[in-house]
Nanobody, 124 residues
């Protein structure tokens, strides 16, 4: 059984930085795609970034390109989302997700496993 446990997040001022972590267990994740999504109040869950675990290929939503960086630590089975130059529009609950395969999906239904979610609040 795949388990994704998130940490990080919190309250930060606009222009600041935060790092989210997603510790994965229950599988060998070399053949997985790991993603980050976010959901603001009253809005649908939206793609933020994703990475192919084995070769490190990444993809980003236009709204975070150049500000956010997704990475993984193979030794710790952990995926990170480094968020810089945060804006109030980045305020949301952030979710880590995983799916076996090679294609990077950008829709929530394309992912099979989800973390518990973590709140990120950016004050202006």
């Amino acid at each position: 059984q795949v388990l994704l446990v998130q940490s990080g997040g919190g309250l930060v001022q606009a222009g600041g930085s935060l790092r989210l972590s997603c510790a994965a267990s229950g599988r060998t994740f070399g053949s997985y795609v790991m993603g980050w999504f976010r959901q603001a109040p009253g809005k649908e869950r939206r793609f933020v970034a994703a990475i192919r675990w084995n070769i490190g290929t990444t993809a980003y939503a236009d709204s975070v390109e150049g500000r956010f960086t997704i990475s993984r630590d193979n030794t710790k089975n952990t995926v990170f989302l480094q968020m810089n130059s945060l804006e109030s529009e980045d305020t949301a609950v952030y979710y880590c997700a995983a799916v076996m395969g090679e294609r990077i999906g950008v829709r929530p239904y394309e992912y099979d496993y989800w973390g518990q979610g973590t709140q990120v609040t950016v004050s202006s």
